[in-house]
Every structure is written in C-alpha cells, then in structure tokens.
Nanobody, 125 residues
Framework: QWPLVESGGGLVQPGGSARLSCAVS????????MGWFRRVPGKEREGVLC????????NSADFVKGRFTVSRDKANSTIYLEMNSLKPEDTAVYHC??????????????????WGQGTQVTISS
C-alpha cells in the first residue's frame, strides 16, 4: 500500500478556498518531515509548505504569503493543506510528500522519500 494518498482537488473560483488531504498509511509520526509540493504547467516542481514533525516548525514558499496552512489531525494519520485566496496561478497538481530521515534547515529544500500520486487543483471562473 502506497503510504500517501491525496484527495480534495478540483475546480475552485478565484478568491475561493480549498482543502487538500493526505491520508498516511500508518502514522505521520514515523516521518521527520511532511508537506506539499506542486507542479504548475510549464514550470519546475516547487515546494509549497512543509512541517517538521518533531518541532511543528513549518516552512512556506514566498508565494504562499499567509494564504495557505499545513496541519495534522490528532490521530496523526492525515495532513492537510488549507488554501485561501486562491489565484489562477495556483493551478497545479499538488503532491503530498514525506521524509523519514533527520535533516537540517528548511524542509522545502530537502529530498523526500515518498510522493503521493497528486491531486489536480484548478483555479478558474
């Protein structure tokens, strides 16, 4: 069973909100870091938001600008990406990611062991 499965994508109007979920096989606690990356059409894959599971510290990309948040449920089986004030340029396939080993620095600048299959988010009127 693949450890990460995303859901929650779809069509959203500009200025709207969306919540993506990432169901984790097992527990989020086995991972040092988890987060979300995205692939915008015609661009390189980029980090969006991530969280250090030990400290709870999050790192976000500049384009997030307080619009998105990452969180975990109390059962430690799901992580979420809450997105507000969505823009057409946020249209992308969003991937949940997880890393098992210890790291230093920003979790946006590290490699990840597992990637979900991705969920499409389209911002359009």
């Amino acid at each position: 069973q693949w450890p990460l499965v995303e859901s929650g994508g779809g069509l959203v109007q500009p200025g709207g909100s969306a919540r993506l979920s990432c169901a984790v096989s097992g527990s989020t606690l086995v991972y040092e870091a988890m987060g979300w990356f995205r692939r915008v059409p015609g661009k390189e894959r980029e980090g969006v938001l991530c969280i250090n599971n030990r400290s709870g510290t999050t790192n976000s990309a500049d384009f997030v600008k307080g619009r998105f948040t990452v969180s975990r449920d109390k059962a430690n089986s799901t992580i979420y990406l809450e997105m507000n004030s969505l823009k057409p340029e946020d249209t992308a396939v969003y991937h949940c990611v997880a890393r098992r080993s210890y790291y230093l620095g920003s979790c946006l600048r590290i490699g990840y062991d597992y990637w979900g299959q991705g969920t499409q988010v389209t911002i359009s009127s």
